[in-house]
C-alpha cells in the first residue's frame, strides 16, 4: 500500500455581477416625459363654506357618538374582567393544597 499526498481543493470564487444602472436611467427618462404633459383645469364644483362647516359639525357628533360607544363598551368589559378575576380567586381560596 502507498500512501498517496492528500491534495487541497480550492475553492473558486463566483465571479461579480456587474451593476445595471441604465434601468435607474430608463425610470427617469419616463418620470420627466410624464411631468412635461399638459394639464388641463378640472371642472369641479367647489363646496360651500355652510356645506363646510355642517360636514365638519356631522362629523364630530359621530365621533363624540363613537367615544360613547367606546367608553361603554370599555366599561363593560372591565366589570367582565372584575367578576371573572373574583371567580377565579374564590375558586382558588376553596381549593385545598
Do not use: C, G
Not at 68 to 87: M, P, Q, R, T, V
Request: charged share 35%; no cysteine; net charge positive.
Amino acid at each position: 500500500m502507498t500512501a498517496t499526498p492528500a491534495t487541497a481543493t480550492t475553492t473558486t470564487k463566483r465571479p461579480r455581477r456587474a451593476r445595471r444602472r441604465k434601468a435607474k436611467a430608463a425610470a427617469i427618462v419616463l418620470v420627466n416625459q410624464t411631468m412635461t404633459t399638459k394639464r388641463e383645469k378640472p371642472s369641479v364644483e367647489l363646496l360651500s363654506n355652510e356645506v363646510i362647516r355642517k360636514d365638519i359639525s356631522n362629523r364630530w357628533l359621530l365621533i363624540k357618538y363613537e367615544l360613547a360607544e367606546l367608553k361603554d363598551d370599555l366599561i363593560k368589559l372591565f366589570n367582565w374582567a372584575k367578576s371573572s378575576i373574583k371567580n377565579i380567586i374564590d375558586r382558588l381560596k376553596t381549593v385545598e393544597l
